[in-house]
Each structure stands twice: as structure tokens, then as C-alpha cells.
């Protein structure tokens, strides 16, 4: 992963990951979301760093009542998809609606925010540096609304059947995502503990809930797509894993093609509460 701007998630990645998002989020979240939105007549929700807007079609059938959704990206061509997929009703047959903007995500401000009823994101927290996490939180607590933010990877992935060289590349993994990119140095999976030190400091309750993909036979493509570019982070960040004899990478995704390998790959989700 890239920054922001230039992060390289295609629709066809997405799409690939979309039915795995949805399974890992976070239901108990979404049904205290449901409780704090209660009794709204019309609820507008902004989707930071929206991709082909998987958040607002996996959670608009969820809430009851009229919404708006705000879809806030980088990327013309997946704000085009966000827009023209978005789920068409909510939970009890009322019409959902969106708008989309290009918008720079790291500088948000209130008035890009203004109206939500809640923010939202997914995956993108560890895409962000320690000083646009606290902006981030300063402009939520400024709006004074929830935001439920999920996907957040910390760093934790368990394989089946389990391998020696599985810790040396899960370490190095972490420390690419950890990287300066553009002399910004991303949180990667230290992005749950900023995150939730910002919003606790800006005056908001923070919950924290697991939100693991879970990935066996039945999801083999997305196996090897995910596994296929968590290798090559690791050796990019440590070439002289890939030396190493035994073929890990061979191995490894010779067997998540096969359906062989069970992957867990632990993420937390997040419902910021204003104080």
C-alpha cells in the first residue's frame, strides 16, 4: 500500500475482498450505531476514502430510515463505481441517496464534514500518520458525531497449516507498512492504539471490537491475492527473506491456489462516541 492518494486499490481487488469485509465487520458496533441514530428522520453519512463503496453497501440495509450518504475518495474512477452501486434503500424500504467528492483524506476539515450524522471508513486508518490521526479525530469531535470505522489490520496473522518462516515475514510485513512514504510515516498496525489515544483525547468514548477476515478453501482467489501481496511487502522490506532456500513464497501460494491454507488475518473495528 501506497499513500493515500495513490493507494492502487482496483475495483477488481476490491470487489475480490468485498464479501470478506462484510463477513469480519463488527455487528455488535453496528447495532449500537443503530441505537445512537435512533429516531432520526434523516441521517447523512460521509464514507471517508469510500473505493467502490462496500461500506454503504454492506451497512445502508442495516439502518432504518432515510439516508444520504457523503462518498469522499481520492479516485475519480472508484467514485464513479461508489456512486453507481450504492445500496438503494435501507433497512425498512426507505430511499437511500448519494453524492460523491474528491477530496484529499489526510486534510479533511469540519466543512467537508459538515451534516454527518455519522463518519465512516474502512481500511484506512494505518494509511495515516500519527499528526493526520489527530486532525482526523480534532475534526469528528468538532462535527460531534459518531464515526465507525473498521478494518483496521494490527499486525496479527495466523496460518493453517502454520509455517517457521511465518513470524520473520508477518515482522517484516509490519515494518513495511510502518514505512515513510512520501516523508510520511505511516501508522500501519500501530493505527488502532493511535487512533484510539486521539479520539479518547479529543473527549470521546472509544469501542473496540475484532473484526478478523477469515480466509479457508472457500475464499482461495482472495487467499492468494492477499498472500501474493503480503510476500512481496515483506521482501521488499527485507530482500534477503527471499533468499532464503525452501521456496516460501512457491509454497505458499501453491497451496492457497489449491485451497490448502487457512489464513486469519486479525483487524479491529471501531465506534468512536463524542463526548
Known sequence: METIESAGYSPAWL?????????ARSAELVAEVRRLLTGAARTEIHDLGCGTGSMGR???PQLPGAQHWVLHDRDRELLRHAEARMAPAASDGAPVTAAVRR???????VDDLAGADLVTASALLDLLTVDEMDRLAA??????????LTLTVVGEVRFD??????????????DHQ??????????????VEAATEAFTRHGATVLVRPSPWRLGP????????????????AYEQRPE???????????????????ELGVTVEHRDMLVVPG
Open 218 to 233: 472457500e475464499q482461495a482467489e482472495l487467499t492468494e491475492r492477499w498472500l501474493d501481496g503480503w510476500i512481496a511487502a
Open 58 to 60: 454492506w451497512l445502508a
Open 178 to 191: 510502518r514505512r515513510h512514504t512520501a516523508g510520511r510515516p505511516l501508522l500501519g498496525p500501530s493505527a
Open 139 to 148: 475534526t469528528v469531535r468538532a462535527v460531534a458525531c459518531p464515526a465507525l
Open 161 to 174: 497449516p502454520a509455517d517457521p518462516l511465518d513470524g520473520e515475514l508477518t515482522a517484516a510485513f509490519n
Open 103 to 109: 477530496d484529499d483524506l489526510t486534510a479533511l476539515t
Open 241 to 259: 527473506l527471499a533468499a532464503r532456500p525452501g521456496g516460501y513464497r512457491r509454497r505458499r501460494l501453491a497451496a492457497a491456489a489449491a485451497g
Open 15 to 23: 470487489g475480490l475482498r468485498e464479501p470478506a469485509d462484510a463477513q
